[in-house]
């Protein structure tokens, strides 16, 4: 019920913009959100790097409803790569194709996204295209596709376990040589199109995990499902599979004892920094997955 609720609160535009222009808004943010600026993502990646975790920065947003914004967010993705190798930092990026102006002019999108790609690739990067709702499954794994073909190794997908669709398009990506990410995946999709129980999506989490590990490719295991994360040990151990073949992936502030717990026992592990002014429905969607971050943002809220 109240997973429900707040799925469809994420996309309530007017508590959106309250939420985000408000101090109070800013400040229970904090848990999730790295920060506001390119600058705070840099810092918190440093430290996360300090950690011996390796990054993939996300520049929050998503839905731009005019090429100006898209432009502006690619403009923050080309600064970040830059201050990446700059600095020295183990980091790559992470973008959403409808942040790039999807929606407005896919051939805006297009631009922007291409022109990312090729900047990672003349600095020995990477571009992870992120998953959304199921209405951009398609557009989005086509341009993977595309991208994969003019920059071998720069760019990646990622795959959502409760997809029904999802053994079908790893199989694909697979035989194309693209890295994946693997989640379980954040929307709300109706039941033709996907799992709608825990013990489904999970199973299918299990067999994709499977496939991706066999597949000899560099991919990533993106969950902090502790009994997912032991399957992929005990998978990997049984198989034979180097810890320096796939790496598991987390996002910030979520199980760090966890995090440190995977990286002392020898795997890899890469933490998603999200940071940017548009953080409500990404905060929005991680309280829908565990509400008891609910209680958990408001009591840090009122002890100060
Ligand atoms: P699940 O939700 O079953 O949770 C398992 C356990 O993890 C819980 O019992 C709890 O202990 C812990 N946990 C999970 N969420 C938590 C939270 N918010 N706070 C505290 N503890 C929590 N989705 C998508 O649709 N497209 C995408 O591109 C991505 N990208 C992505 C990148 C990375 C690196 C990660 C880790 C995740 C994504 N996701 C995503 C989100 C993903 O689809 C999924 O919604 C979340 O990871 C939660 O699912 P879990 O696999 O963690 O399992």
């Not at 920094?273 to 548009?278: D, K, L, Q, R, V």
Request: hydrophobic residues 40%; charged residues 25%; aromatic residues 8%.
């Amino acid at each position: 019920m109240l997973r429900a609720l707040l799925i469809s609160l994420s996309g309530n535009r007017r508590l959106r913009t309250f939420a985000e222009n408000s101090p109070i808004g800013q400040r229970v943010s904090r848990r999730f959100v790295a920060g506001t600026t390119v600058e705070d993502a840099l810092n918190a990646t440093r430290a996360v790097n300090q950690r011996g975790m390796s990054v993939s920065v996300d520049n929050l947003g998503e839905n731009v409803t005019n090429a100006e914004e898209a432009h502006q967010s690619a403009g923050l993705y080309h600064q970040l790569l830059d201050e990446i190798t700059a600095r020295g930092l183990n980091a790559n990026i992470s973008l959403k194709l409808t942040h790039m102006g999807l929606d407005v002019d896919p051939r805006v999108a297009r631009e922007l996204v291409w022109g990312l790609v090729q900047h990672a690739a003349q600095l020995n990067n990477f571009v992870r295209v992120d998953m959304e709702g199921s209405a951009y499954t398609q557009v989005t794994l086509d341009t993977v596709h595309e991208l994969h073909r003019a920059y071998p190794g720069r760019v990646g997908a990622v795959i959502q376990a409760y997809m029904r669709r999802s053994q079908a398009d790893v199989e694909r990506l697979i035989a194309e040589g693209i890295r994946i990410r693997l989640c379980k995946g954040a929307y709300k999709e109706p039941p033709d199109l996907a799992f709608q129980k825990k013990s489904e999506v999970d199973a299918n989490y299990v067999r994709l995990m499977e496939i991706l590990l066999k597949s000899g490719i560099y991919h990533g295991i993106a969950t902090h499902d502790e009994r997912i994360i032991e399957q992929t040990k005990q998978f990997a151990r049984a198989e034979r599979i180097s810890p320096e073949a796939f790496e598991f992936q987390m996002l910030y502030g979520i199980r760090r004892d966890l995090q440190e717990k995977i990286l002392r026992q020898g795997w890899r592990m890469r933490v998603y920094i999200p940071f940017g002014t548009e953080w409500y429905p990404y905060l929005m969607r991680r309280l829908a997955e565990r509400p008891a971050n609910l209680f958990f943002i408001l009591r840090n809220l009122f002890r100060g």
